[in-house]
Nanobody
């Protein structure tokens, strides 16, 4: 059974940085496209960034230039480096496959102004 475990969230002031990690088990990680999703309070979950098996990346306009997705195939782990955080980045962050499968518990990111 495939499982994603997200970590690294927390409370940070605007302008600060966080690095999220997502450990993936139960799958041939290296051949799958992965993404980070964000669910802001009271809103639907949205795709923020993706990375293909070939390491091509995509970023939503709202995070372009501030967030960086990367992965370590040897560790079956996807990372999200978030810099210059803004209050509107607040939410629960989830990693998942593209297309998505079962969801993990996510990790909470709160950015104070």
């Amino acid at each position: 059974q495939v499982q994603q475990v997200e970590s690294g969230g927390g409370l940070v002031q605007a302008g600060g940085s966080l690095r999220l990690s997502c450990a993936v088990s139960g799958s041939i990680f290296s051949i799958n496209d992965m993404g980070w999703y964000r669910q802001a309070p009271g809103k639907q979950r949205k795709l923020v960034t993706t990375i293909t098996s070939g390491t091509t990346t995509y970023y939503a306009d709202s995070v372009k230039g501030r967030f960086t997705i990367s992965k370590d195939n040897a560790k079956n782990t996807v990372y999200l480096q978030m810099n210059n955080l803004k209050p509107e980045d607040t939410g629960v962050y989830y990693c998942n496959f593209i297309p998505s499968r079962a969801w993990g518990q996510g990790t909470q990111v709160t950015v104070s102004s």
